[in-house]
């Protein structure tokens, strides 16, 4: 899967636009950057629930490219998508 083929996935299962994506898969964010980011998309209902962060963040395991920042989105999402 090519970094394009995810975000063209990514989009059509959420409400992220590609520049969303793009704005998160910056390597250079911290995990509480990444929370804020994940937190408006929540708020602006782009991605409504836990578990569609988890289908995104398989996809984007899948891409050489964006493999090495799913660990610091996994925290990320797990600050504003708490496990109860």
Request: charged share 20%; aromatic share 4%; no cysteine.
């Amino acid at each position: 899967m090519t970094r394009d083929d995810a975000i063209a996935e990514i989009v059509s299962l959420s409400g992220l636009t590609p520049d969303d994506v793009n704005d998160l898969s910056d390597p250079a964010l911290s995990v509480d950057e990444l929370a804020a980011l994940i937190d408006g998309y929540k708020a602006a209902g782009k991605v409504a629930s836990r578990s569609v962060w988890d289908v995104l963040l398989e996809i984007m395991g899948k891409v050489v490219e964006l493999a090495p920042i799913v660990g610091n989105l996994v925290q990320a999402v797990q600050v504003i998508y708490p496990l109860l």
